[in-house]
């Protein structure tokens, strides 16, 4: 059955790896305070590839009833939705903002991949990225990419995690061709979820197509 038919803007938030819908929580708040309607997408992270995933976003957001839908992705919630719009074009979709997500290879992921146990730690979506390039599909959308750059995260017990980073995610990682603009903050991987300045951010760019850039910013 369709959602509630909202006058606002709609924005479906998705989560990473190892996390359900509730870690979005104070994201959705912060933008509901923003004026924005927002709807969150909980889906099994480790058991499901990527495509599946994908599938299941699809139909999550055939159902919603809103004429234009935004997204919002952390880290490997950020590659699922542009896998979802690569396999199954949403020709309602907005504004799409990637927050942590590797775009471009995964140092910590890569690692774990080569670690006996590794495999099943990091699952079946993110092995699936690992083989593959992110859909090259900014070209068709406008897509803004948040960087972190508070090296706090299990990510440095690994070593060699280039520099800067979330402490999981390297900001180079998070550089993908084609976006219409990036902005690195001074947040750590999961401290985005819970940063009112990652929640300015988003809806500057969902509300505007671009970030606010100040002096200390990159």
């Known amino acids: 059955m369709p959602v509630e038919k909202s006058t ?100 910590v992921a890569s690692k774990l991949a080569r670690m006996g146990l590794g495999r099943y730690l990091i699952g079946r979506g993110m092995l699936q990225c690992l083989r593959q390039k992110v859909p090259e599909c900014a070209d068709r959308y406008e897509v803004g990419s948040i960087a972190g750059c508070k090296s706090l995260g299990g990510g440095r017990l690994f070593g060699g995690l280039p520099s800067p980073n979330d402490g999981v995610v390297a900001v180079e990682e998070t550089r993908m061709p084609g976006t219409s603009d990036q902005i690195v903050l001074n947040v750590s991987h999961s401290g985005m979820l819970l940063s009112t300045s990652v929640a300015h951010q988003v809806c500057m760019f969902l509300r505007h197509g671009y970030f606010f850039h100040n002096p200390g910013s990159s």
């Open 8 to 107: 606002k803007e709609t924005v479906v938030l998705v989560h990473g790896l190892w996390m359900r819908g509730w870690v979005m929580t104070l994201l959705g708040l912060r933008l509901q305070r923003y004026g924005f309607h927002t709807i969150v997408f909980s889906y099994p992270s480790m058991s499901n590839s990527l495509s599946q995933n994908a599938l299941f976003l699809s139909n999550f957001v055939t159902d919603i009833a809103a004429p234009h839908i935004h997204f919002i992705g952390h880290s490997l919630g950020g590659l699922l939705v542009m896998q979802m719009l690569a396999e199954y074009p949403e020709p309602r979709a907005g504004r799409i903002v990637l927050a942590g997500s590797p775009c471009h290879a995964s140092y």
